[in-house]
């Protein structure tokens, strides 16, 4: 068997491995990092090599319905800032040092 085809083929037992939840060697995440990790392949692997199956992989997850981890992780902090933000507002009183008055 080919390098390229062995790769491919870790690549998918990899991408089922993960999406049954039954990860070996990665955390599990629904990412192509943890995709690789799992495959033992280089992440450069995924992306110019086999855009394909990283498509099919997002596809895949996708269809889940459920977000990403890296989704979810970047809504928590969209989250977090929004709440910073509202926190740290200047009051409209007119009372700071850019008040004229």
């Not at 992780?73 to 740290?88: G, P």
């Given at each position: 068997?080919?390098?390229a085809?062995?790769e491919?083929?870790?690549i998918?037992i990899a ?12 955390n599990?995440?629904?990412?192509i990092?943890?995709?690789a990790?799992?495959a033992?392949?280089p992440?450069?692997?995924l992306?110019p ?5 990283k498509?099919?992989f ?7 319905g ?6 979810t992780?970047l809504?928590?902090?969209v989250?977090?800032?929004k709440?910073?933000a ?8 007119n009372?700071g040092?850019?008040?004229?008055g």
């Amino acid at each position: 068997m080919s390098g390229a085809a062995d790769e491919r083929d870790r690549i998918r037992i990899a991408m089922d491995r993960i999406l049954t939840g039954r990860p070996e060697r990665s955390n599990g995440a629904l990412t192509i990092v943890a995709l690789a990790i799992e495959a033992a392949v280089p992440r450069n692997a995924l992306t110019p090599l086999h855009l394909d199956l990283k498509d099919e992989f997002y596809a895949k997850v996708k269809e889940r319905g459920q977000p990403t981890d890296t989704e979810t992780r970047l809504r928590n902090q969209v989250v977090r800032l929004k709440e910073y933000a509202t926190r740290t507002k200047p009051s409209s009183n007119n009372s700071g040092p850019m008040s004229k008055g």
